[in-house]
């Protein structure tokens, strides 16, 4: 898909991330080993709508069963690391040094989120994304157990859903998301929604 995207030389901060959220904008890598970063303005958006989200018979059946503990935000810098690291359909990624401390900082300033799937003390899975007004970006996931980042998916969606938001971005689309119904749009479209979705308040995730 095609976008816009520069590169970014002086230090970034996590308040010019946001505000880079907040017109469509998002930060990467080339690879984890490279220090510099770049804007990505897809002109295709990826959005997974909370109303017309759905859930496979075998994943809804694999939930009831509850295979794993999931919690929020107990371990960001896990997570985020865990997503950085190279996976057999993943051998590099875009998350470098410089986007893991700009995230940590926005976890701290409470922008920043994890959904986890525990195994005991094990952590097999989650994902990570931004919040800001009523728009969840999400930013990536991964999973060292079946079905660990979609029930942790599946759990973001009854979150955002339970406290009122409004979008949840992908970004892109891949062919997993679309089974649970993340679609493509316009980036225009995409604007209108997010202007929409940025103003205050902010809601708690």
Known sequence: MGGRRGRYYPAITPE???????????????????????????????????DAFHISKSLAKAIRKKPFDIRVDTAFDQVIA????????RPSTWINSTIRKLYSELHGMGH??????WEGENLVGGLYG?????VFFGESMFSRRTNASK??????????RARGFTLLDTQF????????????IPKEEYLKLLKAAVDPPHLKF
């Open 112 to 117: 920043a989120h994890s959904v986890e799937a």
């Open 173 to 184: 689309t891949t062919e997993h998301l679309k089974t649970f119904g993340a679609i493509d």
């Open 16 to 50: 010019v991330l946001l505000r880079a959220y907040s017109i469509g904008l998002f930060p990467m890598a080339e690879s984890a080993d490279d220090p510099e970063i770049f804007w990505v303005e897809p002109e295709v958006r990826g959005i997974l709508p909370l």
């Open 82 to 89: 865990a997503c950085a690291e190279p996976a057999e359909d």
């Open 130 to 134: 931004v919040s800001l007004g009523s």
């Open 151 to 160: 029930v942790c998916l599946v759990h973001l969606v009854e979150l955002l």
